[in-house]
């Protein structure tokens, strides 16, 4: 079956470290593979968008890599900051339409 | 420009009942999705919307229907409304409509089925 997977539990982390997110996902190829953030109450917000033969994407402090023989994508955020904590969302482009998939997202705490 | 606009915010209906919720896109917009969020299934694809005609569906019963006017607003209707239907329902927006695009999303309307 299909599946994408991320870590269901919190992401805990001080401020100034880097985070580091997972998304994995089973039995799909993927055109393109999205991350969104998403704060309590609110409608998702686009970061960073990878198409299936880039390895990786950067938007100021924030990078993303993909690798689709591992099938996984990793989110990073250098020198995080409190601003920071929300639940990060992985979705797939399965057909490059505008039909993503969504994995559970990764909730994300940054300390001061 | 404005951001995508949902109404009503918040709403609570009966189990029974129909409700019709609204989406306005970003101006220029063509694209219109739809999602569920609910905590244990997460964000799931209702459908999409372009030039009127719905393009993709999801997994979602019969009772689950939307539709797009010609200035691109969409609305989505749920019939015979079901406990398990209380959610938060997002639109999303996009340009060119293309496909593999950037989704705006609104702030959701959260229904609550009694």
């Known amino acids: 079956s299909q599946k994408i997977e991320q870590n269901s539990e919190a992401l805990n982390i001080q401020e100034g470290k880097t985070a580091t997110l997972t998304c994995n996902y089973t039995n799909y190829s993927p055109a393109y593979l999205q991350w969104y953030r998403q704060d309590p109450g609110r409608g998702p917000v686009f970061l960073l968008l990878i198409r299936e033969n880039e390895k990786e994407k950067r938007k100021e402090r924030l990078k993303v890599t993909f690798d689709t023989t591992l099938k996984q994508s990793l989110f990073h955020i250098t020198a995080s900051q409190p601003a920071d904590s929300a639940t990060y969302l992985c979705?797939?482009?399965?057909?490059?339409?505008?039909?993503?998939?969504f994995g559970g997202g990764t909730r994300l705490m940054v300390k001061p | 420009k404005a951001g995508v606009t949902q109404t009503p915010r918040y709403l609570i209906k009966t189990r029974g009942q129909q409700v019709t919720l609204s989406c306005s896109p970003i101006s220029g917009h063509r694209s219109v999705s739809w999602y569920q969020q609910t905590p244990g299934q997460g964000l799931q694809f209702l459908f999409e919307?372009?030039?009127?005609?719905?393009?993709n569906k999801g997994n979602f019963p019969g009772r689950f229907s939307g539709r797009q006017f010609s200035n691109s607003r969409s609305e989505m209707n749920v019939s015979t409304l079901e406990l398990g239907d209380s959610a938060l329902y997002l639109c999303?927006?996009?340009?060119?409509?293309?496909?593999?695009?950037?989704?705006?999303f609104g702030p959701g309307t959260r229904l609550l089925v009694l």
């Open positions: 979705a797939l482009d399965v057909n490059a339409g505008n039909m993503l998939t």
């Open positions: 919307y372009f030039s009127e005609t719905q393009r």
């Open positions: 999303a927006s996009s340009s060119p409509g293309l496909g593999g695009e950037t989704q705006y």
